[in-house]
Structures are given as structure tokens and as C-alpha cells.
């Protein structure tokens, strides 16, 4: 638990700044942060990062995470995202034929996946901080009181698992649990005058539950790879995907959800 404590501290004190700043810092720190966690993905499926399928997805991912200031940049190249992503999936089915079947159509496959789980996550980090900073805070808050109280309140009350095949040790409690700190986190929000309590409410228990979803998904990857963490990098967390893993889920629809309904 000391060490849980040390290292958050830490990684608040270099993620945070980045954050308020914005702007190309926060570009190329999440360039940084998507390579890492492509590494630790790639790793499972036994993938290379300082290969051609691997270098190939970390420059699309990295196409993808451009925010939305730079479409000049695709205007400059006469292409948009989803044409990259086309052309890079030829690339890959062309490599599958080259290596001659040892970069198979599963592992051209998982990368096409890679790209697109981590290209667009990460793109709605970019793009939710640049539209309004408080709602990439709120996105933090709600999902680190998901977390804690999942598992607090799963470890003092729980009884039915949630999903042992995925996960042992999640309790349909714990995940109630998690929803009902959430909640409760989202509220002080309303405090500021941001948005009405119960709207909030009711779209903290949707990110909660697609969080905690987005968590059971690296949990399933992990257990089909046989690994523990996705890697080492934070001690007493593992690694860039156990931390990121609900949010990959959370951002892309807190900004679908904010900007549908015009509440940015």
C-alpha cells in the first residue's frame, strides 16, 4: 500500500501540470503515454514494438490521438483519420503475406484493435482536457472513486462475484459500490456550478459502469495472455494500461455524451 501511495503521488506531481497546461505538451505526453501502453499490448500477443506491425500501429495511433486543432495537418496530406486507418490495414494484411503467414491474420488483427482502443481513447484524453478542463478532472475523480470504492467496499461487503472467469476477485458489491462513491464524487462537482447534481448523477452512473467495463477488458486480455500486469512501470500499479484501462472507456463517451446533449 506504501508503495500504491509513493508512486500516485508521484505520477500526480508530473501528470497533473501537463495536464493544466495543455496544449502540445499535453500532445506529445500523451504520445509518450500511448507508446508505453502499445508496448505493454503488443507484449501480450508477443508483437515487437521495434518491428514493422509495431511501428506501424504506434505511428497511426499517434495520427489518431491528434486532436481536432490540427486537422490542417490532415488537410495537408489530403487524408482523414479513417483513410489512414484503411491504408494501414492493407499494410498490415500486406506483411501477413510478406513474413509469409508469421505475422498471422490474428495478430494483424489484435493490432488493427490496438490502433483503434488506443488511437481513440486516448484522442478524447486530448480532446476533453482542450474543450473544458474541469470535465478531464471530473473524469479522474469519478473513476478513481470507482476504483477505490470497488474495491473497499468489495473487500468489507462482498459476496457474489461479478465475473470469476474474468476476474476473481470482483463483487457485484463492490461494483455497486464503486458506482455509489462515484456518484457521490460527481455531486461535489455541482457544488462548483458546472452542471445540475442530477445530471451529473445519472452520467456518473453510466462512466462508472462503462469504466469498471473498460477494467474487465484488461482483465480479459490478461487472463486469455497469462499476465499478471500489462507491465512494471509503476510500482505497486503495474503498468500504463492498469491505470488507463477504464478511462481508454470513459473518455470517448464523456464527450459523445456532453457534446450530444450540448452540455459543452
Known amino acids: 500500500m506504501k508503495q500504491r501511495i509513493i508512486t500516485a503521488v508521484i505520477a500526480a506531481a508530473i501528470f497533473l501540470p501537463i495536464v493544466i497546461i495543455g496544449g502540445l505538451p499535453l500532445v506529445l505526453f500523451t504520445f509518450l503515454l500511448s507508446a508505453v501502453g502499445l508496448f505493454e499490448l503488443l507484449r501480450m500477443r508477443k508483437i515487437k514494438l521495434?518491428?514493422?506491425?509495431?511501428?506501424?500501429?504506434?505511428?497511426?495511433i499517434w495520427l489518431f490521438i491528434l486532436p481536432n486543432?490540427?486537422?490542417?495537418?490532415?488537410?495537408?496530406i489530403h487524408l482523414t483519420k479513417m483513410e489512414?486507418?484503411?491504408?494501414?490495414?492493407l499494410l498490415y494484411l500486406t506483411?501477413?503475406?510478406?513474413?509469409?503467414?508469421?505475422?498471422?491474420?490474428?495478430?494483424?488483427a489484435f493490432s488493427i484493435l490496438?490502433?483503434?482502443?488506443?488511437?481513440?481513447?486516448?484522442?478524447?484524453?486530448?480532446?476533453?482536457?482542450?474543450?473544458?478542463?474541469?470535465l478531464l478532472f471530473y473524469s479522474l475523480f469519478i473513476?478513481?472513486?470507482?476504483?477505490?470504492?470497488?474495491?473497499?467496499?468489495?473487500?468489507?461487503?462482498?459476496?457474489?462475484?461479478?465475473?470469476?472467469?474474468i476476474s476473481p476477485n470482483k463483487t457485484v458489491e463492490g461494483a455497486i459500490g464503486g458506482i455509489v462513491c462515484a456518484v457521490?464524487?460527481?455531486?461535489?462537482?455541482?457544488?462548483?456550478?458546472?452542471?445540475?447534481w442530477y445530471i451529473i448523477a445519472v452520467i456518473t452512473i453510466i462512466l462508472s459502469a462503462f469504466g469498471q467495463i473498460g477494467d474487465l477488458v484488461e482483465s480479459a486480455l490478461k487472463r486469455h495472455y497469462e499476465v499478471k500486469d500489462s507491465g512494471k512501470l509503476l510500482p505497486g500499479h503495474g503498468g500504463i494500461l492498469d491505470r488507463?484501462?477504464?478511462?481508454?472507456?470513459?473518455?470517448?463517451?464523456?464527450?459523445?455524451?456532453?457534446?450530444?446533449?450540448?452540455?459543452i
Request: proline share 3%.
Open 114 to 134: 490496438a490502433v483503434i482502443y488506443m488511437g481513440v481513447g486516448f484522442h478524447f484524453f486530448i480532446e476533453v482536457g482542450d474543450t473544458k478542463l474541469w
Open 50 to 60: 521495434l518491428s514493422f506491425p509495431g511501428l506501424l500501429s504506434l505511428l497511426v
Open 84 to 89: 489512414i486507418g484503411l491504408f494501414a490495414a
Open 143 to 165: 473513476i478513481w472513486a470507482t476504483d477505490s470504492g470497488a474495491y473497499f467496499i468489495g473487500r468489507a461487503f462482498g459476496r457474489r462475484k461479478l465475473w470469476p472467469e
Open 69 to 76: 486543432d490540427y486537422q490542417t495537418f490532415f488537410t495537408f
Open 184 to 196: 457521490i464524487v460527481s455531486v461535489l462537482f455541482s457544488a462548483f456550478g458546472y452542471i445540475e
Open 244 to 263: 488507463f484501462d477504464s478511462l481508454l472507456f470513459v473518455w470517448p463517451l464523456l464527450y459523445f455524451i456532453f457534446d450530444a446533449f450540448s452540455l
Open 95 to 108: 506483411y501477413m503475406v510478406a513474413s509469409k503467414n508469421q505475422f498471422s491474420i490474428d495478430d494483424a
